[in-house]
């Protein structure tokens, strides 16, 4: 059983066009996820949602906007990709327990490359 | 600032032979620190957490790490190695409570390439 799972696995695209990232968990968490792993294998996170709401945004670009239908989707919309958008793109969920720390659970992550 | 440095981007080893991947910490409170494992093409597993309780964690497949105060680290460690075991291995810290939330800070990762 898939636990989260990231559609596309590849995306090749060319400058200035539009994509998005799809994801989507079945254990019942509340909190999902996106990082940015860059050629390096450097790893730094995103965004994050709790219920649907908006509660991590780091400073990433706003052609990136996140949209959360609802607990178990979050999905990931890249407007005008730029060369350095290339990467490896990671969702991941856990439920959120106030200070303490819970698991967070990984996708298989989607390898943008963009052209 | 939470950080975590990981001191070695690459390690060699011989299957059968013992793993050591070094991870310092610096953090302005208690830390919690984690051990995520990516193998080839694949998303990020947990292998153990350091939640303040015992010092010795012991997590899946075989690995264990040991949080030294002392000298802010929380070196993994495989008594011997498999094949498998190959893979990036990142050092991770929790970062400050904000908000209602944690988000995990990462080290640069450290790529345990295993020889028969």
């Known amino acids: 059983d898939t636990a989260v799972s990231q559609t596309p696995k590849y995306l090749v695209t060319q400058m200035g066009n539009d994509k998005s990232i799809k994801c989507e968990q079945n254990?019942?968490?509340?909190?999902m996820y996106w990082y940015k792993q860059d050629s390096k294998k450097f790893l730094k996170i995103m965004f994050s949602?709790?219920?649907?709401?908006?509660?991590i945004n780091e400073t990433v670009p706003n052609r990136f906007s996140p949209k959360s239908p609802d607990k178990a989707h979050l999905n990931l919309h890249i407007n005008s990709l730029e060369l350095g958008d290339s990467a490896v793109y990671f969702c991941?969920?856990?439920?959120?327990?106030?200070?303490?720390?819970?698991?967070?659970?990984f996708g298989p992550g989607t390898r943008l490359t963009v052209l | 600032a939470q950080s975590v440095t990981q001191l070695d981007s690459h390690v060699s080893v011989s299957e059968g032979t013992p793993v050591l991947l070094r991870c310092n910490y610096s953090?302005?409170?208690?830390?919690?620190l984690f051990w995520y494992v990516q193998h080839p093409n694949k998303g990020l597993q947990l292998l153990l957490k350091?939640?303040?309780?015992?010092?010795l964690v012991k997590g899946i497949n075989g690995f264990e790490a040991e949080f030294k105060k002392s000298e802010t680290s929380f070196h993994l460690t495989k008594p011997s190695a498999h094949m498998s075991d190959a893979a990036e291995y990142f050092c991770?810290?929790?970062?400050?409570?904000?908000?209602?939330?944690?988000?995990?800070?990462f080290g640069a990762g450290t790529r345990l390439a295993v020889h028969p």
């Open positions: 991941a969920s856990s439920q959120a327990r106030g200070a303490s720390y819970n698991e967070q659970f």
């Open positions: 350091y939640t303040s309780a015992a010092t």
């Open positions: 949602y709790n219920n649907k709401e908006l509660i």
């Open positions: 254990l019942g968490h509340d909190t």
């Open positions: 991770v810290v929790r970062g400050p409570f904000s908000g209602g939330y944690n988000k995990l800070i």
């Open positions: 953090s302005s409170y208690s830390p919690s």
